[in-house]
T-cell receptor, first 113, second 112 residues
Framework: ETGVTQTPRHLVMGMTNKKSLKCEQH?????MYWYKQSAKKPLELMFV???????ENNSVPSRFSPECPNSSHLFLHLHTLQPEDSALYLC????????????FGPGTRLTVL | QKEVEQDPGPLSVPEGAIVSLNCTYS??????FMWYRQYSRKGPELLMY????GNKEDGRFTAQVDKSSKYISLFIRDSQPSDSATYLC????????????FGKGTRLSVIA
């Protein structure tokens, strides 16, 4: 079973709600990622954190706000989302800075009404 | 032109068939190539990892990279119903925590 866990697994929210997605990795990795997976589209990288510092933000709208309190935990805070934000949100982690092997969590299936 | 092209399928084959999954790419700087398998309602899991050109075999799976043609393949021998999943190719330019560029994924069904 994966060393990356995500909660909740399913989330339904209205456009005015505020919710948070949580990711935890038990692999001792230093880098963590948020991806968005929509039907018939490639995985879209949203944010990259390395040693708790954000190193990449791929022009993600400000209604998505990441937080990385330590190397094992990653959050994605959501507010005033749009229906087109409905997707599978995947968290991943990778090891030392010299590896590209990313390990994914099971994802949170988000539906915005 | 998209950076990584992958036929989304769906691809349906009988049990025992040899399956060939492919991706093409445009960035000649890509050096690291991966195949991920994603079962329904699960996150992607790393299946194969290769560096530069050549072949890599792991059980029933063989990954091939042809950098001159910018073409990578995943072959599955003696396919099983448990191989039914979406297969995503991914690649990156260099080592380090370099974000991967993914294909859209090919949905495979192996029929018993």
């Amino acid at each position: 079973e994966t060393g990356v866990t995500q909660t909740p697994r399913h989330l339904v929210m209205g456009m005015t709600n505020k919710k948070s997605l949580k990711c935890e990795q038990h692999l001792g990795h230093n880098a963590m990622y948020w991806y968005k997976q929509s039907a018939k589209k490639p995985l879209e990288l949203m944010f990259v954190y390395n040693f708790k510092e954000q190193t990449e933000n791929n022009s993600v709208p400000s209604r998505f706000s990441p937080e990385c309190p330590n190397s094992s935990h990653l959050f994605l805070h959501l507010h005033t989302l749009q229906p087109e934000d409905s997707a599978l949100y995947l968290c991943a982690s990778s090891g030392t800075p010299r590896t590209d092997t990313q390990y994914f969590g099971p994802g949170t299936r988000l539906t915005v009404l | 032109q998209k950076e990584v092209e992958q036929d989304p399928g769906p691809l349906s084959v009988p049990e025992g068939a040899i399956v060939s999954l492919n991706c093409t790419y445009s960035n000649s700087a890509f050096q690291y190539f991966m195949w991920y398998r994603q079962y329904s309602r699960k996150g992607p899991e790393l299946l194969m990892y290769t560096y530069s050109s050549g072949n890599k075999e792991d059980g029933r799976f063989t990954a091939q990279v042809d950098k001159s043609s910018k073409y990578i393949s995943l072959f599955i021998r003696d396919s099983q119903p448990s191989d039914s999943a979406t297969y995503l190719c991914a690649m990156s330019e260099n080592s380090g925590n370099t974000p991967l560029v993914f294909g859209k994924g090919t949905r495979l069904s192996v029929i018993a």
